[in-house]
């Protein structure tokens, strides 16, 4: 009956040190899956972030040629009139 109580005894210590493992190594899992998780939202968000200063450098850049364009057309629209209306050299 005494090896009946050891044995339960160190079976009981056993399992709570094998259960005390588990859950220190579930909970380091958890961290390092939230932590991973997080790292990867902070990627993609920087991700996101330098794709958005693309899309409006590039939309920034294409409204300036529009502009420009717009007042070279301005400026031919110009020389035109003046040769109509100038003397003509002819």
């Known amino acids: 009956p005494c090896m009946k109580f050891y044995y339960q005894y160190y079976d009981g210590i056993d399992k709570a040190r094998v259960q005390s493992r588990w859950l220190e ?3 380091r899992y958890r961290k390092a899956k939230k932590g991973f998780q997080e790292m990867l939202k902070e990627g993609l968000f920087k991700e ?4 958005k200063e693309e899309d409006y450098r590039l939309y920034r850049e294409e409204r300036m040629n529009k ?8 400026i ?7 040769q109509e209306f100038g003397p003509s050299d002819s």
């Open 67 to 74: 502009e420009s364009h717009l007042i070279c057309n301005k």
């Open 25 to 27: 190594k579930s909970e």
């Open 76 to 82: 031919a629209a110009a020389r035109r009139r003046v």
């Open 48 to 51: 996101d972030q330098a794709l």
